[in-house]
């Protein structure tokens, strides 16, 4: 039984919409199974003193472009939002919780949002847009707001962003799979060779 | 007639190495010249207050490992030098002085000194092993040293360096062709569409 790729993610980062899109395919080609992993990366940030690159002068106008290029060359729909970057705690304590009730739902939630926020410009730090759009996909409303509200569910996230950071993530997207780590979208030929030969 | 590729580079960085691996190639696929610009990202880095991706906690491990992958994965032959990050000032000096005194040898000074340092081992942050060196590619070791002891040469490559962040770099290697920019190895693919169809 092949172990499954573990990927993580945040929300507010465009290349790691990019590998959302991509990494089911990926994944299949080599039979294996994917464990997503919405995280935070400011807290990761802060803990090893990085930052986005798109709040460095200079490197944040070029990876803007980068973004837009990168989509195109990669045939993936992508709309720069107006609003970005965001916090990206709401989608992502909304992913969690359905990950933990509604299992089989979490995927699709997770693209929808991530395709709401970087294709039709949908701010997904807003918990009325997250909440219509996981009420959309037939998830309890009521439920997840109550949720998004609760101690617990913050502290679940605050949990697995720290998990990741143990197991070394410190971008988005971040794959680990057999050992192996494979920081950014750019890296996805790498990880498809990995897969293909147990070894690069 | 076509626009050369604007090619800037630290010595000291591996991926700046595999670019200049693979550059010559890559620009005669599409019947361009290279501007080989030897640059130091120290004072560039600086500037942005960004930092050198081995100098970063986590991510200078991964990158470590990243390095030797990538060279696995491109087929270029990498060994990670035990003297590494190195100041670059006396390599990027000697290159600056051979292209304005013997401009037929200073691409074949540059792939030697980067292969010497990431192949070989050899320190190239020393004034000795740079002068062997270019002796052996017949530049004249006395007129080189002399060269490197020179305020001038020093100001040149200050100049060349200030040039380069004011044209927008801020990494090795970074591409710069008919006013789009290209960061890292990793988007050697992107160039080379870019290159093939005017865009991407």
New interface residues.
């Given amino acids: 039984m092949s172990t499954p790729i573990e990927f993580y993610f945040d929300f507010s980062s465009p290349y790691g919409y990019f590998a959302a899109v991509e990494i089911d395919q990926l994944a299949a080609r080599h039979g294996r199974s994917v464990n997503w992993h919405p995280i935070l990366l400011g807290p990761i940030f802060k803990a ?3 930052n986005s690159l798109v709040n ?4 944040g106008d ?1 990876s803007r ?2 973004m837009v ?2 989509a ?2 990669h045939n993936i729909f992508y709309q720069p939002p107006s609003n970005f970057p965001i916090g990206s705690q709401v989608a992502a304590r909304a992913a969690l919780w359905v990950q933990s009730t509604q299992p089989a739902k979490a995927v699709d939630l997770i693209k929808t949002l991530y395709s709401a926020y970087f294709t039709e410009d949908i701010d997904i730090s807003v918990v009325e847009h997250v909440l219509r759009i996981a009420a959309d996909l037939g998830i309890d409303r009521d439920a997840l707001q109550a949720a998004l509200e609760s101690q617990e569910l913050k502290d679940q996230l605050r949990q697995a962003t720290e998990a990741a950071g143990k197991a ?1 993530v ?2 988005s997207p971040f794959m680990i799979v057999d050992g192996e ?1 494979f ?2 979208f ?2 996805f ?2 990880l498809d ?1 990995f897969l293909k030969n147990g070894k ?1």
Avoid: E, M, N
């Avoid at 460095?56 to 490197?59: D, E, F, H, Q």
């Fill in positions: 090893l003193g990085t460095i002068p200079v490197k070029y472009h980068d290029r990168t195109r060359f070394g410190f971008g780590s920081w950014g750019d890296r030929a790498q060779a690069i």
